[in-house]
């Protein structure tokens, strides 16, 4: 997420070009939408080349199999290095768990669209737009997204490609709720204090129980949209 909105925020993804809708298997209906590589410069609204966009160096993959490629999802594209993702992302048009969530190759998602209008606009975007081959900057593309019905001829008459308008931050509405648990109360017993809209580690009470022994202390964020991130930690008591 942190990769993702330090582009967006350096307005990286302004006027940015979706250059690739594939199917993965390279055949057959288009299962993922790309951008991220290329940002379209224009004159009187009439686009007139492209620039690559600069890239920061690659992160780390963070897939997660609890985070999957499903339908509306969006994640950081690569190749077939885990780490070398930059700047390029993908929306899933279609499930794609099983081709893009292989154990030891999965691809790292971070983001879905927002609700169930988004993904009927995500979808209708496959049946607008028809995969045709361009070069850009040198760039081969076999699969670039132009207007059905529009015949590109990029990049010279770069007509019915798709791009983005801008992509900006905002921030989260609702709450988050913050639970704190001890494996054996007779050990150590854990409560929260008022949290003040903030947390830090400094907030949770541990109150030993009279047993020795050691507990295991669970703390657990929900947020509204009831999505968990769980942290353990051992107290021992002698």
């Keep these: 997420v942190t990769n993702f909105l330090s582009y ?14 594939a199917n993965l298997s390279g055949t057959g209906a288009s299962q993922i939408l790309q951008g991220g590589q290329f940002t379209t410069n224009s004159a009187n609204g009439v686009v ?3 620039t690559d ?3 920061y160096q690659p992160i780390v993959n963070e897939f997660d199999a609890s985070r ?22 993908y929306f899933n048009l279609t499930d794609n768990t099983s081709s893009l969530g292989q154990t030891g190759n999965g691809y790292a998602v971070f983001g879905n669209v927002a609700n169930s209008a988004s993904l009927t606009n ?10 045709q081959a361009g070069t850009i900057n040198g760039n081969v593309l076999a699969s670039l997204p132009a207007l059905t019905g529009a015949s590109p001829a990029v990049p010279n008459d770069p ?21 704190v648990s001890s494996s054996d109360p007779s050990i150590v017993t854990a409560t929260i204090g008022s949290l003040n809209g903030t947390f830090s580690p400094s907030q949770v009470k ?33």
Excluded: C
């Design 8 to 21: 967006a925020q350096n307005n990286a993804y302004t006027d940015d070009l979706f250059h690739r809708m």
């Design 68 to 89: 999957p490629n499903a339908i509306g999802s969006l994640a950081m594209a690569r190749t077939s290095d885990l780490n070398s993702a930059t700047s390029q992302f």
């Design 159 to 179: 007509v019915g490609t798709a791009t983005t308008n801008s992509i900006t931050g905002a921030t989260p509405t609702g709450f988050l709720n913050y639970l």
């Design 206 to 238: 541990l109150v030993a129980g009279g047993n020795a022994g050691t507990a295991v202390i669970t703390v657990t964020l929900i947020d509204n949209r009831n999505e968990a991130t769980i942290k353990t930690f051992n107290v021992t008591v002698q």
């Design 122 to 131: 995500l979808q209708s975007f496959a049946t607008s737009y028809t995969p």
């Design 53 to 55: 966009v600069a890239t």
């Design 48 to 50: 007139t080349s492209f």
